[in-house]
DNA sequence: ATTATATATAGATATGTATCTATATTCACG
DNA sequence: CGTGAATATAGATACATATCTATATATAAT
């Protein structure tokens, strides 16, 4: 696999507003307006989230008279959980075993995480 | 919830290089120079990649002799798909209803993401 | 038509960060 | 003890980005 749009995704709800705005939309489609109800920044800003937003993928906007609906796409939620399982999953899709990597060849390969209790 | 611990391995992850690190690591742990065989970048900036996945608390490092391994933490993949499933579940824990939230009260709560097919 | 409301765009600024080179530290080994 | 190898730290630089103000656009209402 190829994780660029899982980056895209990743870079997209690494911003502690953006990831909020995502919460409100899991709970349903909001205007513009209402979302920036829930935050101090301006109107300005919150376009550019919400373009940074569309560009990964997230969230689609529908226009309805002078108003922008905006909604998680679905597609979005499947496509984030599969690419987190592929990418968490110690199995053959690990990235060493399609790239010739020697460290799977002296014996790394195997589900190796740790339950470590230091802080 | 809150998203802090959540919004700081997204911050993490959402690079391609430590992604790709993590992917490495998924496989089983690995010091700092097999890992940077896999790189074309320096050993001080992996040396920084690493220390941005540690302070993220997805991986940790075990010193032996001169060598470091790193190793996923069990629970940064527990508390990272706990909190993708807590950020877009469309239940109670939306952040609405913690939020005493307008939009809620006027009836946009309930699951309504979309299948949306445009490009 | 004019005005008000919702949103987008342009441009500036400040902060964050990924990277580098140079150097320090730590440790094994002779 | 001195040397080489693995890693860390310091400082610099370049690029990304989150935010703002000012302004433009689009739509509804009067």
Redesign the interface.
């Known amino acids: 696999m190829d994780?660029q749009n899982?980056?895209q995704m990743?870079?997209a709800?690494?911003?502690?507003n953006r990831?909020?705005i995502?919460?409100?939309l899991?709970?349903?489609?909001?205007c513009a307006c209402?979302i920036l109800?829930?935050f101090d920044f301006s109107q300005p800003t919150l376009s550019h989230h919400m373009k940074v937003l569309q560009n990964a993928g997230i969230v689609?906007a529908r226009k309805e008279g002078k108003w922008q609906h905006y909604?998680?796409?679905?597609?979005f939620?499947d496509q984030?959980?599969q690419g987190?399982d592929q990418?968490?999953?110690?199995d053959e899709s690990?990235?060493?075993?399609s790239?010739n990597?020697?460290?799977?060849q002296a014996g790394?390969?195997?589900?190796?995480?740790?339950?470590?209790e230091?802080s």
Not at 26 to 30: D, E, M, R
Not at 101 to 104: E, G, K, L, P
């Open positions: 994780y899982y980056v990743l870079k709800m690494a911003d502690p990831l909020k995502i919460d409100l899991s709970c349903g489609s909001l209402d109800t829930h689609i909604t998680l796409r679905t597609e939620i984030f959980k987190t990418l968490l999953a110690a690990c990235i060493c075993h790239d990597c020697a460290d799977c790394h390969s195997g589900k190796v995480v740790v339950s470590n230091e």
